[in-house]
C-alpha cells in the first residue's frame, strides 16, 4: 500500500517560535495533500488543502499567515506553525491523495505530528 | 449540511465474536464511502472504500455494507481479536471535491 512520512512525530517548541512539519508521499506523487488536526477523542478536523504548485486552499477559521503550507513538489508538502502558542499544542496530521484511476481517490495519512508549545 | 454519526460509546466485545460499528449520514448521497483505522497517537489507516452501486464488500475479516436508502453504512469484523482494539472512522467525500469528512469515530475493545 502506498505509505506517507511524517517528521518530525514529536516536537516541543516554545511559546513565540516557529516549528515545521514535512509530510512526504514515499511510494507515489500526490498533488494534493491534506492538513488535519485532531483533539483527543475527536474526530479529524481539516485545516486546509495543499496543492503542489500553488497556494493552499484554508478552511473557514483556519488563519493562513500562521499556519503556512508549502506544497513545492509532488512528494513534499510542509505545514509550518509561526509563532507558535500553547494553544496550538495538538497531534497535526496529513495526508496525501492517491489517484485510485478507477473513479475514486484513497487518502493515505502520515502517522502524525505531536506538537507541544511551552 | 454534510454530517456523518457513529456511536461515540466504545463497543466492548469478547475475542472471537462479530464487532459491528454503525455509521449515518445526513443531507448527502455520496458516491462512495471509507472506512479507516485509528490507533491512539497514530494516523488513521485505509481500510476499505465502498461504492454506491456496491452493497457489500469483503476484504479477509472484513465486511463492509453500504445501503444508499438508509443512508448508512455497517462495518463487520469477524472472528474478532485483542488486535483488532483500535477506533474506526467513516469517511465521506464532500461533494464536488476531494475533501472528505471524517465522523468521531467508534472505539473498540476486543477482550481476550
Known amino acids: 500500500g502506498a505509505v506517507v512520512s511524517q517528521h518530525p512525530s514529536r516536537v516541543i517548541c516554545k511559546s513565540g517560535t516557529s516549528v515545521k512539519i514535512e509530510c512526504r508521499s514515499l511510494?507515489?506523487?500526490?498533488?494534493?495533500m491534506f492538513w488535519y488536526r485532531q483533539f483527543p477523542k475527536k474526530s479529524l478536523m481539516l485545516m486546509a488543502t495543499s496543492n503542489e504548485g500553488s497556494k493552499a486552499t484554508y478552511e473557514q477559521g483556519v488563519e493562513k499567515d500562521k499556519f503556512l503550507i508549502n506544497h513545492a513538489s509532488l512528494t513534499l508538502s510542509t505545514l509550518t506553525v509561526t509563532s507558535a502558542h500553547p494553544e496550538d499544542s495538538s497531534f497535526y496530521i496529513c495526508?496525501?491523495?492517491?489517484?485510485?484511476?478507477?473513479?475514486?481517490?484513497?487518502?493515505?495519512f502520515g502517522p502524525g505530528t505531536r506538537l507541544t508549545v511551552t | 449540511s454534510q454530517k456523518i454519526e457513529q456511536n461515540s460509546e466504545a463497543l466492548n466485545i469478547q475475542e472471537g465474536k462479530t464487532a459491528t460499528l454503525t455509521c449515518n449520514y445526513t443531507?448527502?448521497?455520496?458516491?462512495?464511502l471509507q472506512w479507516y483505522r485509528q490507533d491512539p497517537g497514530r494516523g488513521p489507516v485505509f481500510l476499505l472504500l465502498?461504492?454506491?452501486?456496491?452493497k457489500e464488500k469483503r476484504k479477509e475479516r472484513l465486511k463492509v455494507t453500504f445501503d444508499t436508502t438508509l443512508k448508512q453504512s455497517l462495518f463487520h469484523i469477524t472472528a474478532s481479536q485483542p488486535a483488532d482494539s483500535a477506533t474506526y472512522l467513516c469517511a465521506l467525500p464532500y461533494t464536488g471535491g476531494f475533501k472528505t469528512i471524517f465522523g468521531a469515530g467508534t472505539r473498540l475493545f476486543v477482550k481476550a
Open positions: 443531507n448527502y448521497s455520496p458516491a462512495y
Open positions: 495526508s496525501a491523495l492517491h489517484d485510485t484511476q478507477s473513479g475514486s481517490y484513497e487518502q493515505y
Open positions: 465502498i461504492r454506491e452501486n456496491e
Open positions: 511510494d507515489f506523487q500526490a498533488t494534493t
